[in-house]
């Protein structure tokens, strides 16, 4: 399919405003394309203009060569998301409590930090790093050993950062960014989620052991209130970052009115301090802009990062006018960078889009499971 990229920055438009501004050009242009077909073929001018010659001063080349260079990434999508079960569960929700109002991006967001924690590496993939390991390029061994310490540790917690839309309570404000920590291990959700699915009543009624429905009813009755608690924390969490109250939107009006140099060297302490960084600017981006109007042509949302060094990953979220919803990840972690400078490209092309299609088959097979879960009963 062709398709027109916009590239717009972050610094002047949102994902929202992003999107808005991409469906005014494309329809401007569609306008002008079709009044254009109305007109006379035009005549090519006798004499074609010709090109200017420029060329920079030394002094912007220098300023353009020792400029800082932008963090070298790879990037991946996945359109396999299951749209029709997330909204199928969603209305389960509903029927089953009003407490239980998670939004999609709830549980996108929800999935991305049990993903976090239970990735682990395809065969494939590790037969492709290991196969670097082996080869004679400059470095290789290192690579390959950080990448795999990489694929394979655990994280406990995954430090995200999510947009969101400011205009509602202040029209001239845009974003309220907020960082989010999924409190996993508090709610107990990873452990209540395997137990619910273990001691689900599978056999036919007759056989159906008493003890083992009351053991369900009992562990679907915590598991299900949990993820009531997980959407209130979400709930009330947005509520402060749209009313600027956010650490994240607290520390960007407090460093706005100090001195430059100032202003550089506290922005640099989270870069400093994990724990800092975690609370005020994440470790990943996480941008739904949602669905887009049927009428609309876009396909793709690719999201971005700021300058911080520690933020790895940026995915990006669009459900398109025909109900698909796309998912873009740009990868940043360490290695990769080490992975193009040895011409690598191909592996480290392979290693993002694995761990994003891993995240996606997840994702689809863990609301499989909710929705399995939300609609079982005993009395059934």
Known sequence: ???????????????????????????????WASYFSTRPKAVPAAQAPVPLSLRMPPVVEQVVASATRSTPEVTAENTQADLRELVQLRQDFKQRSD???????????????????????????I?????????RKKNARAIAQEILSSLRAQEEHTAILIP???????????VYPITFDVPLVELK???L??????????????????????????LQREYLGALAGFGVVMSRAKE???????????????????????????NSFPDRFDLLNDIIKGREVFSNVGAVAPSSSLLRFITAKDDNEKKMLAWGVLTDAEGIMVITLRDFRPYVARLLEIQQNKLAQQIAQEYLDSYVIGFNQYIRDLSLIVRTSHQA
């Open 99 to 125: 407490l239980l109002n998670l939004t999609v991006n709830d549980l996108l967001i929800l999935y991305r930090a049990i993903h976090a924690q239970t990735y682990r590496p395809s065969a494939e993939l």
């Open 127 to 135: 037969e492709a790093v290991e196969k670097l390991q082996r080869s």
């Open 164 to 174: 969101v839309d400011g205009s509602k309570r202040l029209p001239r404000e845009r």
């Open 240 to 266: 402060i970052a749209i009313a600027g109250k956010s650490a994240s939107v607290s520390t960007i009006k407090l460093l706005a009115h100090m001195a430059e140099p100032l202003q550089r060297f506290l």
């Open 189 to 191: 959700l990873l452990n």
């Open 193 to 218: 989620h395997d137990s619910v699915l273990a001691s689900l009543p599978d056999a036919p009624k007759r056989k159906r052991s008493k003890v083992k429905s009351e053991t369900f009813e009992q």
């Open 1 to 31: 399919r062709r398709t027109f990229v916009f590239d717009q920055s972050h610094i002047y438009f949102d994902g929202t405003w992003g999107a808005a501004l991409a469906e005014i050009m494309t329809n401007e242009a569609l306008s």
